[in-house]
């Protein structure tokens, strides 16, 4: 139950940080804009400070919200077909004006669409038939149109502190960090007072070729602000990363902030925005454009608002795009993001991306004007037209760390960048050094760094994760434990970690200690891996928990429900083989030795005739894996690896033997194979969906069976069966079905108090199917262990009926106070099993957006 990544817990500071008052003395007004004739709002109307450069557009309901920090006294209001209207207002204070805007006399001209077929959509206005002519045409506007393109890109992202008050750094706290707080940036963004603190930038050369398809991106040089071992800088650039994905208006769906939105230019965009031809407009060449306004059909669903300008030469190209993120959309901390994009004509009349900026301002509440700013800046210069490379020049060569890469002079920037740096944004790679090597804020970023990431950094190796410092359980009683591991200070090739921990009731040590040699040169959590790996554990374990899908010694898992004492414990030797491909497949090879001891309830394992009893069960194995996750993305850095969900499968198949080597007592051969896809299914929101199925060849007793992940604890994990005691049901053959569906907020948002709270609908279902062969039934075999019985002697494990299925349903609510998922979960078979709970309440913590 704690968070899935660390680097959200970075923003969720921030989000506590930037929780002061905002800048004394602003000019903040906010109002509607309304027709004077028929008083019906106007979306997208102008307005703008007189003498400056700071304005907005209303909303799909007229409203709007404007401020400065500067000296103002008007307000002009702008919109094509009403007359201008300049209005005087107050300096420095906070106001409401409502604007009535009369429309002028003379209407704006419909443009006329031209095509060569017959109109299909006679019917239509002119805007509806206009956005058809551009969807058609979309295949020949995209950069895949082409047999080979080639570019450079420069890609700028910048996280800044906004509009934080004069009085913060006059704080006791941060008197010392003054020259942070003095470099701000007022002019960028109007309305908007900014403090760099994070600035990454990276210049890429990237070529395109249709057939083969691949597409290959060559760093030429990178640059980023380094905070220091107490924070994993590189990491927190790939999760800003991925909040910041590349926008491409012409595919039908765009993931931001983890949700998919769909393309006002999508295929059946028509069905779900509404369209409005707002002006015509001639360049300086001749050309003419058409601005075109689009709006939701449903302003609750998760879609964009905003302009973009089509070309009327017979490409019906996108020349400029401004998206607007839905403001009624359920999205915590966003208080509103947009994109802007430009296109430049093409020597041969097409048109292709050469500026896109994507920007958000966050916050923990709409009414503090306090927060966190972000953008992403992504520009593209030097494009190289269906000129053919050898085949060489579209292959990913393996990732190595180059570190002239990273270092290049000041020079090469300068000629890098094609979207220059504001004089803030110049401070800051400066301003962040001085502040690494200020002792108080090492000694703070430690303390963060531990109380969220779960670790002490000391250079060469780090303490943690504190998570499992302290725990229980029945049979281990209170638990200490110490671990840690060491870092890229201490080698890049070679890796060791390891822990030691004690039980105060059967008062035993357990331990683990592991070594890990990286082949390919650099660190074993950055993509493509390839190492081998050495290890040796003591631990306990319960059954069927060992593939740790959860992480049994955090402590806010020794919490559970019914008897929970049935434990192993486990002596493991293990050898292992990983090797990760540029495609993103993989393979690994392994040999496990493994000793379980039953402890708790199980002791001891018995066979079914009961003539003979073992304290021990020795098991040798082989294992060869193979995994293929097309596509799949990572948040990666010195220390941490995680995968980042997206709506490609990922696939795994696992061959397990059984040798009869070592001390092994069976010979045996298991097949598991998973597979997990995340469906979106817009506008219903989207389903995570995991299939698994196994096999077990050979006989064999039951800890070496296929036991099913049941969960007594309070917490809901997805991959477990959330009301299925721990070792409740072994099979030897099983397949399984698990669909987690999140609808974020489709029916909520249209009941107004859960609209406001942001509550977000969830609903499970999970099946599982299973059984035994004859000859891995106790029953009809004495000399198998006999299936676990409580002290009466009713059994309290079972196979499952191969007609008769393990199901079990839930519905929930997510995104209470912002992080807190709760689910009522109900068990529907199975129901007549002894101690079995037949519902229950379900907690989930997990901060997103």
Not at 411 to 426: G, H, I, M, N, P
Not at 455 to 472: C, I, L, M, Q, R
């Amino acid at each position: 139950m704690i968070f899935s990544y660390p680097y959200k817990h970075l923003l969720l500071i921030l989000f506590l940080f930037t929780g002061v008052s905002a800048f004394a003395q602003s000019t903040v007004v906010t109002g509607t804009v309304t027709d004077a004739a028929n008083k019906q709002p106007l979306p997208f109307v102008s307005v703008a400070f007189t003498g400056t450069t700071v304005g907005t557009n209303t909303d799909n309901n007229g409203k709007f919200a404007i401020s400065t920090s500067r000296a103002v006294t008007e307000l002009k209001i702008t919109y094509l077909g009403y007359q201008e209207t300049v209005i005087k207002i107050q300096p420095g204070k906070e106001q409401v004006i409502n604007i009535r805007l009369k429309p002028t006399s003379q209407s704006l001209k419909e443009v006329t669409v031209q095509s060569k077929k017959r109109a299909k959509y006679d019917n239509e206005n002119p805007a509806v038939k206009l956005i058809r002519q551009v969807i058609a045409n979309k295949p020949k506007n995209r950069p895949e149109a082409y047999n080979y393109v080639e570019y450079k890109e420069y890609d700028k992202m910048q996280f800044s502190l906004s509009n934080i008050s004069e009085k913060t750094k006059e704080r006791k706290l941060f008197r010392k960090y003054k020259f942070i707080f003095e470099n701000k940036d007022s002019t960028t963004y109007p309305g908007k007072t900014l403090l760099p603190i994070y600035l990454k930038e990276r210049l890429t050369q990237v070529f395109y070729r249709k057939n083969p398809e691949a597409t290959r991106d060559k760093i030429l040089g990178e640059k980023s602000v380094d905070f220091g071992p107490g924070f994993d800088t590189e990491g927190i650039g790939q999760y800003f990363q991925h909040l910041y994905v590349k926008v491409d208006i012409y595919d039908n769906d765009i993931l931001l902030l983890g949700r998919q939105f769909l393309s006002p230019i999508s295929d059946n965009a028509p069905t779900f925005y509404k369209y409005f031809i707002t002006d015509t407009i001639t360049l300086e060449t001749g050309k003419k454009l058409v601005q075109l306004s689009f709006t939701p059909r449903n302003t609750n669903n998760i879609l964009f608002e905003g302009d973009i300008f089509i070309t009327l030469d017979g490409n019906y190209a996108v020349q400029k795009a401004a998206l607007i993120v839905n403001s009624n959309i359920n999205v915590n901390f966003v208080r509103s993001m947009n994109i802007d994009q430009d296109f430049e004509l093409s020597p041969d009349g097409r048109y292709h991306l050469s500026r896109s900026n994507t920007f958000a301002d966050f916050g923990i509440s709409s009414k503090r004007k306090s927060g966190l700013f972000g953008s992403r800046t992504i520009a593209r210069r030097d494009f190289v037209i269906n000129k053919p490379r050898p085949d060489t020049t579209y292959l990913t060569p393996p990732e190595v760390d180059d570190e002239e890469l990273r270092n290049r002079p000041d020079s090469f920037w300068v000629k890098a960048r094609y979207d220059t740096l504001s004089t803030a944004e110049s401070k800051v790679y400066k301003n962040i050094d001085s502040l690494v090597h200020m002792p108080s804020f090492r000694r703070t970023a430690d303390i963060v760094n531990l109380l969220f990431a779960g670790f002490k950094n000391f250079g060469k190796f780090e303490v943690g994760p504190a998570s499992t410092f302290y725990s229980f359980n029945p049979v281990e009683g209170f638990r200490l434990r110490l671990g840690g591991r060491t870092t890229a200070d201490f080698s890049k090739k070679i890796f060791f970690e390891g822990y030691g921990a004690y039980g105060f009731k059967d008062e035993r040590w357990k331990y683990f200690f592991a070594t890990t040699y990286s082949l390919n040169g650099k660190s074993i959590y950055r993509f493509p891996q390839h190492y081998i790996r050495a290890s040796i554990q003591r631990e306990t374990k319960i059954p069927g928990q060992e593939l740790q899908f959860i992480q049994e010694d955090n402590v806010l898992l020794s919490f559970k429900r019914g008897r929970n004492d049935k434990y192993y414990y486990n002596d493991q030797y293990r050898l292992e083989y990983v090797s990760e491909y540029a495609n993103h497949f993989s393979y690994k090879i392994g040999l496990r030795n493994l000793i379980q001891r039953p402890a708790g309830s199980l002791i001891p394992f018995i066979n079914t005739a009961g003539t003979q009893t073992f304290d021990k069960l020795t098991t040798s194995e082989a294992t060869i894996g193979f995994r293929y996750a097309p596509n799949e993305q990572f948040y990666q850095g010195k220390l941490f690896r995680a995968p980042i969900i997206n709506q490609y499968p990922k696939l795994s198949l696992e061959y397990t033997a059984g040798l009869k080597v070592l001390d092994g007592q069976y010979k045996y051969h298991k097949l598991d194979f998973r597979g997990e896809k995340r469906f979106y299914v817009a506008p219903f929101g989207f389903s995570d969906v995991i299939l698994e199925a196994s096999k077990t060849y050979g006989q064999v007793p039951y800890p070496l069976l296929n036991i099913s992940r049941g969960n007594q604890t309070f917490a809901y994990v997805i991959d477990q069966y959330n009301l299925m005691n721990f070792l409740e049901f072994v099979s030897d053959k099983s397949a399984s079905i698990i669909i987690d569906h999140h609808f974020g907020g489709f029916f909520f948002n249209k009941i107004p108090l859960f609209k406001k709270l942001k509550w977000r609908e969830t609903a499970s279902f999970k099946s599982l199917w299973g059984g035994l062969s004859n000859e891995n039934t106790p029953a009809l075999n004495p000399n198998l262990y006999r299936f676990p019985a409580d002290n009466n002697g009713v059994p309290i494990t079972y196979a499952l009926q191969g007609n008769r299925p393990y199901t079990e349903v839930s519905a929930g609510i997510e995104n209470i106070f912002k992080f807190i998922r709760l689910d009522y979960v109900r068990r529907l078979t199975y129901l007549e099993n002894p101690d079995v709970a037949k519902w229950g309440i379900r907690v989930k913590i997990k901060f997103d957006f």
